[in-house]
Structures are given as C-alpha cells and as structure tokens.
C-alpha cells in the first residue's frame, strides 16, 4: 500500500488526522510532514501492525490507567459528590488557573503535589474547632483538588488517540463508582473508632482518608511518566516501552490529532483561554455537562438518606446502596465501548441520557402506596444512569478541541459547569417532599430531556460546520492549501482544515 493510500485509509477509516484534510491527500501529507518536525519521535515512513498497536494499548492501560485509578480512588468523595458551596466555588475558581499551570509544569508533577497537598488539607480537619475553620479547611480542599480530573483527562490525550478517550475515561470514572460503592461502608465502621486516641470518629475519617491520599500522591511522583517516550526511572526502573513501541506511540497519535506534534509549548496562552472561554463550539458540550449531572446529586446523593427515610438502618442503607454504584460502571462502560467503537458520540450520549431520563420519570410515576422495595429498585437503575453519558462528553470535548492548550481549559471548564451543579442540585429536593420527593424528581427529569436535546443540536451543528468548511475548499488545489497554511491566522478548531467529529 502506498503511502497516499495508507493516509486516506486513515481519513476514510476513523477520522484520523485531527484535522481531517478535506483538501486533495498531497496537501494533508505535506502539513503533517512539516508539523511532525517539531518532534523528533515521530516517524512519517513508520507502519506497524495491529497487534503492535493492541499491545501499546494494553501497557498503557495497565501501566498508567490502572494507577491513575488508584489516585482517584482516593479523591475527597463526600465533597465531590455532595459538595458544599464553600468547596465548589473555590474549585471552580481555581479549575483554569491550575490547568494553565499542568501545562507548564507537567502533568506528572503536578497532580501528585495536588494530591498531597489536598491530603494534608483533608487530613487537617481533625484540629477543626469552629465552623470558621471547617469552612477554611473544605476552602483548601476544593482549591487543591481543582485541576485535577482536568489534568488527568489532557494527561490520558498523551497516550490515546479520539476514538479510545471514551472508554479510558469511563475507566478512570468508574474508580469513583468503585470509592462510593464501598466508601459508605468503611465510614460506618472508621466512625465506630471513635474514643481511639481520644479522637472522634469524624476525625479519625478525614484523617484516614488524607493521609492516604497524601501517600498516593507522594508514590505518584514516581510512578507517573511524563509521556510515552520518558517511562524510565525511579519505581517505574528500566521503563514500559521499547524504542520502537515509543516511536509508535507518537506516531499514531500525531496522525491523528495534528496539534500534538509540537511538544515543545509547554505554556497556555492567553489566546487559548479566551478561545475557549468564547467559542461557540464548546458551549454546547459545557451546558451538556451542566443540565446532565445536575439530577445526580440530588439521587445518587440523597439516595442513601431516601432508603434510611423508607425503614433501613445506617449500614443496611450503605449496602443497599452498592448495586446502584455498581450498574452505574456496567452501564457507564457499555456506552463508552460502543461510543468509541462506532467513533459516535451524540447519540451515544442521547441514548444514555434518555435511560437515565425514564428511569427518573419511573421513580416519579410510581404510585404513592408502593413497597419500599419497588422504589428501591427503581432508585438503583436511576442510580445505573447517572453518568453514563459523562466519559463520552468529556471525549467529545477533548477530541473537538484544539490546539493542546485551548483543550486544557475547555476541559476545565467542563468540568466546572459538572461541579457548579452540586449548588442547586442540593436544594432540589425538599424536606417537605420527603421521602418521595416528586417535585424534584420532575425537575431532574426536565433537566435531562434539556441534555438530550443539546446532545442532537451539538451533532447538527458541528455536522453543519464541517458541511460548510467542505464546502469553500472542496475545488482547492495542493498550492491553494499551501498558501492557506503560510497567510492564515486560524489555529487549531478554527482550522479550514479541522473535521469536528460527532
């Protein structure tokens, strides 16, 4: 096969090329050869097999997703997941500042100083003495934790080309479902250590849970690569790659996303933040996030507070909670595989939000005189569809944004709007309600139809951009596009030349 050949297969087969040349195939071979002289790991002559490729994907997936795991196995759960003002106004506040700094820093470095320094924060609390000090501790708690899923997720783009995001970030979330699945449990029994050291027991659960998270961050510090082709060194010893599964690994991914030739722009631009922060194509995707998670606090929150409303006691509640944390990864990974399978993403996404959607509607329509154990089930698959649609956004995202840097903040802006929710989400059901709570349950089932509609509008819209860009360069000849490629001051997705993918 020749090399012509070899890169239009490429294009026609999954939309590599970030960037899909809509121009003739000398024009796309000729910019990406100019582009990957910026990095000198990438190869244009290199081919490899499929099984080559399976078998980089498999070290990646062991050797760094399966530790990014374990770190967010040990984020602060209860104010991820119920949040209190204090803690997500202070996150979403330093959410783009602490993406501007991984870029300069190093994803590597600077995800391990967070944890630790959330850790310490959390572990702090048990000298709290006074409301003034609890709020200043989840102050600092939510400041450290900013950046970090962000930074995980533009981390996991160095080693994963677009069609493999979904699932790698169903992955790493589904390490949360894990945490709350078995977190309730464990709190039951560390609060009944109380009197030990004469510590309460609340005391001795944030310290627990901080110190633990200040370890993990201090072995990440050695375990966590800078890239594919810096495995070498420290606990990782003589390193995860060959010379030549390093040369792969770049290869493919600059072949599929342009913007990741240059590794040598370490800095976020102002350019880039306003960008992002003004681009039509993002927006749809941030009020996804927004109106999509906003029913999750509320139900996957209060869910546990519901069954103790409904006659079970503290720990029967906590174990009943586990198979809704449980579906929610089975379901979660099933539409992430197949998004990433099919190279789809809004129907994927509309599809999961509309189960989630019924599932809602039946726990509102369920009749006032039912079992404790028919709601109970129907608690649990609305539990099941909480976030099964949040990996395949969040891909979304990071695949139609470019460049490296406009990226970083897009995602932190997503993943802003996903933690702003907790706010309202908390009020949404009232005390009044208790314990059926139809009123919110119907506001939460409104919200979901307003995502599953964004879902539709953001495939169209994009589908129309890139109809149009078709459009005003479909008769441009090879030197027409070389003359675009020295005069023109679009970058990245503004790109004449960038297929958005849907």
Known sequence: ?????????????????????????????????????????????????????????????????????????????????????????????????????????????????????WGLATASQVWLKDRASFLICRAFVGMFEAGYIPGIAVYLTTYYKREEMALRMSIFWSTLFIASSVAGVLSYFILHMRGIAGLAGWKWLFLIDGLVTALIGVLSFFILPEGPTATKGYLRFSGYLTERQEFIAVTRLIRDDHSKADSSRRVVLKEDVRRALLSPRVWPNILIGFFGLFPSTPISGFAPLILKMLGFDALTTNLLAIPGYMLSLVVMSIVSYSSDRYNERAFHGAAATLYYAACVAGLALLPADASKYSLYVCLIFAMGGSTCWHPVNAAWISGNTAPVGKRTIALAMYIMSVNLTAIPGANVFRSKDAPRFISGMWICFGSLIITTLLFIFQRYHLKYINTKRARITKDWTTEDWRHYNETTKDVGDDRLDFVYSY
């Open 1 to 117: 096969m020749s090399e012509k050949e070899e890169i239009k297969g490429d294009i026609e087969r999954n939309g590599s090329f970030t960037s899909t040349l809509s121009g003739p195939i000398d024009a796309a071979d000729e910019r990406l050869r100019e582009l990957a002289k910026h990095n000198p790991y990438y190869d244009h002559e290199l081919t490899w097999t499929a099984e080559e490729e399976k078998e980089l994907l498999r070290i990646f997936d062991l050797k760094i997703l399966s530790w990014i795991g374990v770190m967010y196995l040990h984020i602060d759960l209860n104010t991820v997941t119920l949040g209190t003002a204090v803690f997500v106004i202070f996150f979403s506040a330093f959410e783009i500042p602490s993406n501007m700094i991984i870029r300069r820093v190093g994803p590597h470095r600077w995800i391990p100083f967070l944890m630790c320094l």
